[in-house]
């Protein structure tokens, strides 16, 4: 393994001056500098790894701070986080429901409308056959008159 060319220092020191200049502190910015000074980017997975050191190290820095042991806000954030649990029980519960009432009444819609097809596959053969029996019932009509005819 290649000994790294840029030092953790050099990578903390450009995300410390992105952080003061206001710059916006993402991974390319960090590596576009490193380039820029050291002639090198550093490793992608490395910089992102001491960029997301320093944000954790500053966010245990605000914590103690802020003189919020943690011992205190975890039985707060315990309660916290069981009520947020059963309001995402209740909420999953009424959405479970309301989807099976949702699905029955489709089903119960789709079973009409099958219903209704059978029935009208139905209708229509009876008026395929009422047609049929009108079309011979006409020429028989018509064949009856012409006989008549013939006769006088």
Do not use: C, F
């Amino acid at each position: 393994m290649r000994p790294p060319l840029v030092t953790e220092q050099a990578i903390r020191a450009i995300v410390r001056e992105l952080r003061a200049s206001g710059g916006r502190l993402t991974g390319v910015a960090v590596r576009d500098r490193l380039a820029e000074r050291h002639g090198v980017r550093g490793g992608v997975s490395r910089v992102y790894r001491v960029i997301e050191k320093m944000r954790a190290e500053e966010r245990e820095r605000e914590a103690r701070r802020a003189g919020t042991p943690r011992a205190a806000g975890t039985e707060e954030s315990r309660e916290a986080a069981i009520e947020r649990a059963n309001l995402a029980e209740h909420r999953e519960r009424v959405h479970q429901e309301r989807w099976a009432r949702e699905t029955d009444a489709l089903r119960a819609r789709l079973a009409t409308a099958e219903l209704a097809a059978r029935d009208a596959d139905g209708a229509a053969r009876r008026v395929s056959e009422l047609a049929r029996a009108l079309a011979s019932a006409q020429a028989r009509i018509a064949e009856l008159e012409r006989a008549a005819l013939e006769r006088r």
